[in-house]
């Protein structure tokens, strides 16, 4: 585990410093800006797996940098970096899928849609909404409270019985009142500072899933999810620009996002057995707390 970890993280750096190196002078950039940028894709990677909203890290971490160039276009590329790492992550998975509709399977494509439709509408109805409120830090801190009630509610299902629910061998069970439930926690997830994943994985806990089928199921529907939101916001992302960041520094930050995601997702995996779900609740429910006196 830690020489993995300890791998991923020492290319995460020489590519973070490579690209600062390499595109500083043309970029016309600060150092310490070229800096905040790779600081951010280091938080997305972290955040967007952990149970702790990447969303809400962000808004807080360009709040405290002072960070305003980049803006959307930049939120777009890092968490396609981290797409990509839940794409390598499960693979095998991913790959299941592409077969499935080949082979008359079609259970697990319609279990995707139904778990997708709810963040969809949501999206696309009150796009305009969420948009205003995602720069705010009140509204990130009220989002980090929330993940720190969905957490605990989510380690209670699974401390209900005396032992957890045993994994599954091979796919995770597909069941469409799963996919329902999970669904709408993944919708409710596009407030800035509610986790996608800790929200999603007590959604499963709720529903009687062990630890593992419920990450598993959470990180797979996640992709057509970011997928969409991506193209979504890739008109305005792309009118928008990076600002002075060029794409150089972008591309670095997005693959630096990838390769600490790819790290996290591995660790996240590895202890969720270990019911470490009240300690990140705990975390939320204090930078929460410090957002909504800071923002109000």
Same mark, same amino acid.
């Given at each position: ?8 993280m ?10 600062? /190196?390499?595109? /500083? ?5 600060? *150092? ?9 894709? @280091?938080? /997305?990677?972290?955040? *967007?797996?952990? =149970? ?6 962000? #808004? ?25 790492? !839940? ?13 499935? =509709? ?13 778990? $997708?439709?709810?963040?969809?509408? @949501? ?7 969420? $948009? ?14 929330? $993940? ?24 995770? =069970?597909?069941?469409?009142r ?7 926690? /993944?919708?409710a ?10 929200? $999603? !994985? ?8 062990s ?11 996640? !992709?057509?999810? @970011?997928?969409?939101?991506? !193209?979504? *916001?890739?008109?305005?992302? @792309?009118? *928008? ?7 150089? #520094? ?11 995601g ?35």
């Amino acid at each position: 585990m830690l020489p993995m970890i300890d791998a991923a993280m020492t290319g995460a750096a020489a590519v973070g410093r490579t690209a600062a /190196q390499g595109v /500083q002078d043309a970029a016309g950039l600060a *150092e310490g800006d070229v800096w905040n940028v790779f600081f951010l894709a @280091i938080i /997305q990677g972290l955040t *967007e797996f952990l =149970p702790v909203s990447s969303s809400g890290h962000l #808004v807080l971490g360009k709040s405290v940098m002072g960070l305003e160039t980049g803006g959307l276009a930049l939120d777009v590329a890092l968490h396609l970096g981290t797409l990509g790492a !839940i794409v390598w992550a499960f693979r095998r998975d991913v790959l299941s899928l592409l077969r499935d =509709p080949f082979e008359g399977r079609y259970m697990s494509w319609v279990w995707l849609v139904v778990a $997708t439709l709810p963040v969809a509408v @949501i999206g696309l109805v009150f796009k305009d909404s969420i $948009t205003a409120a995602a720069g705010t830090v009140f509204a990130a801190g009220c989002g980090l409270l929330v $993940t720190s009630v969905a957490l605990m509610v989510g380690e209670f299902s699974r401390r209900k019985f005396d032992a957890p629910a045993a994994p599954t061998d091979g796919p995770p =069970p597909l069941r469409l009142r799963d996919a329902v439930v999970m669904g709408l926690a /993944q919708a409710a997830a596009i407030w800035p500072g509610v986790s996608r994943s800790g929200s $999603t !994985i007590s959604a499963g806990l709720i529903r009687g899933l062990s630890a593992e089928d419920a990450a598993r199921l959470s990180f797979l529907m996640s !992709i057509p999810a @970011i997928s969409g939101a991506a !193209i979504v *916001e890739l008109p305005s992302a @792309i009118s *928008e620009g990076f600002g002075e960041l060029n794409s150089l #520094v972008v591309l670095g930050a997005a693959v630096l996002a990838g390769l600490v995601g790819w790290s996290a997702l591995r660790m996240l995996l590895l202890v969720l057995r270990k019911g470490s779900f009240p300690y990140f609740a705990g975390y939320c429910a204090v930078l929460g707390t410090v957002a909504l006196i800071v923002g109000g």
